[in-house]
């Protein structure tokens, strides 16, 4: 499920405002993007520190060509083919290679102990931050339920209403059919066979009170009316209303 924050213009703000739990599920999701390029940002700067650690290493110039040199040079000074002030020249010309190199291997080690105490801050602050994360992971599941709830009592709110209000038209309607065919109206009836209907009642505090205590399970339902009397009551105050308005053929 994508629930990256998006920038809400007033109509979301709007919306916000009268939803705390989608506030705070917001925010929650801000905290979360927040930590995520934190972390991001750690594990970045981790391994540039790491890196600098391997090209200095890298940059330390190799002096083992001047210790095979001088061996194979002493060795020719031995069988007469060189002299001691060649060896005495090669080493004059072998210090500069010596010194860049000693010069370049304590830079190299200056780096790599900067860089492994730099790490060893930045781990633990990595550490800190992926830990706040879990934390906050945590609680996505409560925040989200507490959306999902809150949209569900809105829309239940709004089903009770339109539930007592088809229960109110379907009573009528069978009260208008039954009317029909008691006189012998023509067409003899407006309802094609039965009709089932069931409205169920949801596990939410809007459905509460809302049904009958012998049929916990609907709000209305076409067996719930005929049994609780509600069909012929309905058909009764048809009766009565045509007869307040002047009608006497029934």
């Given at each position: 499920?994508?629930?990256t924050?998006?920038?809400?213009?007033n109509?979301?703000q709007?919306?916000?405002?009268?939803?705390?739990?989608?506030?705070?599920?917001?925010?929650h999701?801000?905290?979360?993007e927040?930590?995520?390029?934190?972390?991001i940002?750690?594990?970045?700067?981790?391994a540039?520190?790491?890196?600098?650690?391997?090209?200095?290493?890298?940059?330390?110039?190799?002096i083992?060509?001047l210790?095979?040199?001088r061996e194979?040079l002493?060795?020719?000074?031995?069988?007469?083919?060189?002299t001691?002030?060649?060896?005495?020249?090669?080493?004059?010309?072998?210090?500069?290679?010596?010194?860049?190199?000693?010069?370049?291997?304590?830079?190299?080690?200056?780096?790599?102990?900067?860089?492994?105490?730099?790490?060893?801050?930045?781990?633990?602050?990595?550490?800190?931050?992926?830990?706040?994360?879990?934390?906050?992971?945590?609680?996505?599941?409560?925040?989200?339920?507490?959306?999902?709830?809150?949209?569900?009592?809105?829309?239940?709110?709004?089903?009770?209403?339109?539930?007592?209000?088809?229960k109110?038209?379907?009573?009528?309607?069978?009260?208008?059919?039954?009317?029909?065919?008691s006189?012998?109206l023509?067409?003899?009836?407006?309802i094609s066979?039965?009709?089932?209907?069931?409205?169920p009642?949801f596990?939410?505090?809007?459905c509460?009170?809302?049904?009958?205590?012998?049929?916990?399970?609907s709000i209305?339902?076409?067996?719930?009316?005929?049994?609780?009397?509600?069909?012929?009551?309905?058909?009764?105050?048809?009766l009565?209303?045509?007869?307040?308005?002047?009608?006497?053929?029934?």
């Open positions: 499920m994508n629930m924050p998006k920038t809400a213009g109509n979301g709007k919306a916000t405002s009268k939803q705390p739990e989608l506030s705070l599920l917001l925010a999701q801000v905290d979360i927040c930590l995520g390029n934190t972390i940002n750690l594990e970045d700067l981790i540039t520190k790491q890196r600098e650690v391997r090209e200095a290493a890298a940059a330390v110039p190799s083992e060509h210790s095979r040199t194979d002493l060795a020719a000074v031995a069988v007469g083919q060189a001691h002030g060649e060896v005495q020249a090669f080493d004059t010309k072998s210090e500069a290679e010596k010194k860049a190199h000693q010069e370049a291997l304590a830079t190299a080690k200056r780096i790599a102990n900067e860089a492994s105490q730099a790490v060893a801050g930045l781990q633990r602050k990595l550490a800190e931050a992926q830990g706040k994360l879990h934390a906050l992971h945590s609680r996505d599941t409560s925040l989200l339920r507490a959306v999902v709830m809150n949209q569900a009592e809105t829309t239940c709110r709004e089903y009770v209403k339109a539930a007592l209000a088809v109110a038209a379907y009573l009528r309607l069978t009260a208008l059919d039954g009317l029909l065919k006189k012998g023509k067409p003899a009836g407006i066979g039965g009709v089932p209907i069931n409205l009642v596990q939410l505090p809007a509460e009170g809302q049904f009958n205590p012998n049929w916990p399970d209305f339902s076409d067996s719930l009316a005929y049994v609780s009397g509600a069909t012929n009551q309905a058909a009764d105050d048809l009565e209303e045509l007869r307040a308005s002047g009608v006497t053929l029934i």
